[in-house]
């Protein structure tokens, strides 16, 4: 198939149409993750469960995703993963119908496990490993990093504006005395809507795009020990993240600062925002300083941010510093896709990407338990400090290991593309 040129706007050059079905695809899971996040805390609340079972059904979300993500990456390379991401999205629309209408503590946490929840402003579900895959066989190595900066602007973007749809409920419960509970169950019906969508989307696939030059007999050859050490401190990294998950955050914002769903939104969303636009940053800066030291020293000032966040004796200086996490903390996300896709070959990228996602998933689904119980003891924010210096420790780790280990295209800089 021959390659496609698009708009600088749009797509970097050399793109096939098919990442134009993924990316709209990551547009709708975003829009619905950027309310989840914040109302799956509120509504576990609502129907009357404490702190500590909130944070245990965060981490059971994050744990199912982690499982579900492994067992992908594991027969990625033999089955289609079109139809993969087809079978996640019928799960998803399952997931959503079902927490729709249980109130008890139990068959929450079951819905949970089933991994297609998602409790974080990022995109820690078995859908975005299939995505990375396929996208990688859109572009051209020099445009890759500018592609996976589209998609994690687009995901930014939208989950941002997902976030102001958060005070849809509150507002929908005023205008026509609905229950709040019935307006926020509405929500989680809306979420199966999208999800139906993009299983509509990615039924469009070409199937050439899972065409590769070898088939593989495992799902990792000659690439497994770097992928392994990256999966390693990916997973410390997200051991960190886990305990600051947008819907751990939200609730420390609601204890802390008695903040109103409203007003939560409203800063997650400028959050959102300032993530979103700063992808599109981490594209140049990768090709002109590299994708690990856009990585490192991008996200050592973040987690630094965070780190002071509890000390602040007001609302507005806390809205400061996390606005000026989000526009850091995130350049690291297309950098990071890029540089795991980079470093193994087209048939390999499936399980790299599933083996690099579920240690994160499963290492971020142990935090929020923790956090939960720490923010039922205190509202200082203890799990903003833990989180902060988990990530500097990831990033000092990452900078020693792999700083010497380049991708293609940083050895022809000529070639780069954004």
Same mark, same amino acid.
């Given at each position: 198939?021959?390659?496609?040129?698009?708009?600088?706007?749009?797509?970097?050059?050399?793109?096939?149409?098919?990442?134009?079905?993924?990316?709209?695809?990551?547009?709708?899971?975003?829009? =619905?993750? =950027?309310?989840?996040?914040?109302?799956?805390?509120?509504?576990?609340?609502?129907?009357?469960?404490?702190?500590?079972?909130?944070?245990?059904?965060?981490?059971?979300?994050?744990?199912?995703?982690?499982?579900?993500?492994?067992?992908?990456?594991?027969?990625?390379?033999?089955?289609?993963?079109?139809?993969?991401?087809?079978?996640?999205?019928?799960?998803?629309?399952?997931?959503?119908?079902?927490?729709?209408?249980?109130?008890?503590?139990?068959?929450?946490?079951?819905?949970?496990?089933?991994?297609?929840?998602?409790?974080?402003?990022?995109?820690? /579900?078995?859908?975005?490993?299939?995505?990375?895959?396929?996208?990688?066989?859109?572009?051209?190595?020099?445009?890759?990093?500018?592609?996976?900066?589209?998609?994690?602007?687009?995901?930014?973007?939208? =989950?941002?504006?997902?976030?102001?749809?958060?005070?849809?409920?509150?507002?929908?419960?005023?205008?026509?005395?609905?229950?709040?509970?019935?307006?926020?169950?509405?929500?989680?019906?809306?979420?199966?809507?999208?999800?139906?969508?993009?299983?509509?989307?990615?039924?469009?696939?070409?199937?050439?795009?899972?065409?590769?030059?070898?088939?593989?007999?495992?799902?990792?050859?000659?690439?497994?020990?770097?992928?392994?050490?990256?999966? +390693?401190?990916?997973?410390?990294?997200?051991?960190?993240?886990?305990?600051?998950?947008?819907?751990?955050?939200?609730?420390?914002?609601?204890?802390?600062?008695?903040?109103?769903? +409203?007003?939560?939104? +409203?800063?997650?969303?400028?959050?959102?925002?300032?993530?979103?636009?700063?992808?599109?940053?981490?594209?140049?800066?990768?090709?002109?300083?590299?994708?690990?030291?856009?990585?490192?020293?991008?996200?050592?000032?973040?987690?630094?941010?965070?780190?002071?966040?509890?000390?602040?004796?007001?609302?507005?200086?806390?809205?400061?510093?996390?606005?000026?996490?989000?526009?850091? /903390?995130?350049?690291?996300?297309?950098?990071?896709?890029?540089?795991?896709? +980079?470093?193994?070959?087209?048939?390999?990228?499936?399980?790299?990407?599933?083996?690099?996602?579920?240690?994160? /998933?499963?290492?971020?689904?142990? /935090?929020?338990?923790?956090?939960?119980?720490?923010?039922?003891?205190?509202?200082?924010?203890?799990?903003?400090?833990?989180?902060?210096?988990?990530?500097?420790?990831?990033?000092?780790?990452?900078?020693?290991?792999? =700083?010497?280990?380049?991708?293609?295209?940083?050895?022809?800089?000529?070639?780069?593309?954004?």
């Amino acid at each position: 198939m021959s390659r496609r040129a698009f708009p600088f706007s749009l797509l970097p050059p050399d793109t096939l149409p098919d990442a134009r079905l993924l990316l709209a695809a990551r547009a709708l899971r975003a829009f =619905g993750d =950027g309310y989840i996040s914040l109302l799956l805390p509120f509504y576990l609340t609502l129907l009357g469960l404490s702190v500590l079972q909130v944070g245990i059904i965060i981490t059971a979300t994050l744990l199912g995703a982690g499982v579900m993500t492994l067992a992908v990456g594991s027969i990625a390379h033999r089955c289609r993963q079109r139809s993969l991401l087809i079978l996640a999205s019928v799960l998803a629309i399952a997931a959503s119908l079902m927490i729709a209408f249980a109130t008890d503590f139990w068959p929450l946490l079951l819905i949970a496990l089933m991994g297609t929840l998602n409790p974080s402003s990022g995109d820690v /579900s078995v859908f975005s490993p299939l995505e990375h895959s396929l996208l990688a066989q859109t572009v051209s190595a020099p445009s890759r990093t500018a592609l996976f900066a589209r998609y994690s602007l687009i995901g930014a973007l939208v =989950g941002a504006i997902g976030a102001q749809a958060a005070a849809l409920p509150a507002l929908a419960a005023d205008l026509w005395m609905l229950e709040l509970k019935t307006a926020l169950q509405a929500m989680f019906l809306i979420y199966a809507v999208t999800a139906l969508i993009g299983m509509q989307l990615y039924r469009g696939l070409s199937l050439q795009l899972e065409m590769h030059e070898q088939a593989l007999s495992t799902p990792l050859g000659k690439s497994k020990k770097i992928v392994y050490k990256l999966a +390693a401190l990916f997973s410390l990294d997200a051991l960190g993240g886990g305990f600051a998950v947008q819907s751990l955050l939200a609730l420390w914002l609601f204890q802390r600062f008695d903040l109103s769903i +409203a007003a939560a939104g +409203a800063i997650f969303f400028w959050t959102g925002v300032l993530t979103a636009f700063s992808h599109l940053a981490a594209a140049r800066i990768a090709a002109r300083f590299g994708l690990i030291n856009t990585m490192v020293f991008t996200h050592i000032p973040a987690s630094i941010f965070l780190i002071l966040a509890p000390f602040m004796p007001s609302l507005p200086l806390v809205i400061m510093l996390l606005c000026l996490r989000s526009a850091l /903390s995130s350049m690291d996300v297309p950098a990071r896709t890029s540089y795991v896709m +980079a470093v193994v070959s087209p048939g390999e990228r499936p399980a790299a990407a599933s083996v690099t996602a579920v240690p994160r /998933s499963l290492a971020a689904a142990v /935090s929020p338990a923790f956090a939960g119980y720490l923010l039922s003891l205190s509202t200082f924010g203890w799990p903003l400090i833990i989180c902060g210096g988990l990530k500097i420790a990831y990033d000092l780790l990452l900078l020693r290991m792999f =700083g010497h280990v380049k991708p293609p295209e940083e050895t022809q800089p000529g070639a780069r593309r954004d």
